[in-house]
């Protein structure tokens, strides 16, 4: 148990990602309180959980942003730890969000650096390091999730910080987990792009591909990851293409519609 005077929450959100759920929520084992929202998973997501904890919901997706914030507001406690089920919460992390909480915490919201596993190694270039994501240690009375479909942000009323120590996460386990996610992923983020208004050009089928691999591969060094960085610059590039096909695919509908 957390033996800081100011208790957290840890709050996970999961779907049908059971080889990943046991060490997951192990490593949340020194929290105040552990939540999981499931999704209505197939497998034994939801059944795994439970060997954790008795607070296992199950919420619809309609996106990551909105489910995260029904996610958080499950939380009984004012400070929140936001958890992935491909992210471990380290021993180091856990010691530094409590002295963080026990010198009395300087920020409202605070990033956490990730340390990305592919292909059986640290990735350490390609722009996975340091990785973050929206603050993952939060007062739930000043931060909240813009409810985007994927890659959400966050709207702070209050100040950010930034923890030292690291949480692993392990997004893929093989080159299929990766394709399998990005086929969700990708018809997500185009569904978003088609909400916000985004216009379909042909030319992002070849330019923003292209440069998606520079970037990673090149400017980001990712040809100093070997290998592991060559493919993942690779499936970046791909995911890229197959996101514009489907803004085009979702935007022509419409004019299909009326023929």
């Known amino acids: 148990m957390n033996e800081s005077s100011i208790k957290v929450s ?28 499931d999704s209505h998973s197939t497998d034994m997501t939801a059944e ?47 010691d530094e969000i409590r002295r963080t909480l026990e010198q009395g915490p300087k920020a409202d919201a605070y990033f956490v650096p990730r340390r990305n596993y592919f292909l059986g190694r640290w990735i350490r270039r390609s722009g996975w390091y340091p990785d973050y994501r929206q603050p ?28 030292r120590e690291h949480v692993d996460q392990y997004p893929f386990r093989n ?6 996610k990005m086929d969700r992923y990708s018809s997500l983020r185009a569904m978003e792009m088609v909400k916000q208004n985004k216009p379909f050009h042909w030319h992002q089928l070849v330019t923003h ?3 998606t691999f520079f ?11 070997r290998k592991p960085g060559l493919i993942l610059a690779g ?10 096909a489907k803004l085009w695919e979702i935007a022509r509908k419409p004019l299909e519609s009326t023929d």
């Open 136 to 163: 993952q240690l939060f007062h739930t009375g000043r931060m909240r999730y813009r409810e985007d479909l994927v890659h959400e942000t966050y709207i702070l009323d209050g100040t950010i910080g930034y923890l």
């Open 48 to 94: 795994i959980s439970r060997e954790f904890t008795d607070q296992v919901y199950q919420n619809d997706f309609v996106g990551f942003g909105k489910l995260r914030n029904e996610a958080t507001a499950y939380a009984t406690h004012d400070w929140v730890f936001s958890l992935d089920t491909d992210e471990r919460a380290t021993p180091e992390i856990r």
């Open 10 to 37: 840890a709050v996970v959100i999961a779907y049908n990602d059971e080889p990943n759920m046991r060490a997951c929520l192990e490593s949340l084992s020194w929290a105040d309180e552990l939540i999981v929202v």
């Open 215 to 225: 970037k990673m591969f090149i400017l980001r060094k990712g040809f100093l990851d």
């Open 235 to 244: 499936l970046y590039a791909y995911y890229t293409f197959v996101k514009y």
């Open 175 to 180: 080159i299929d987990q990766y394709l399998m």
């Open 209 to 211: 591909p292209v440069f």
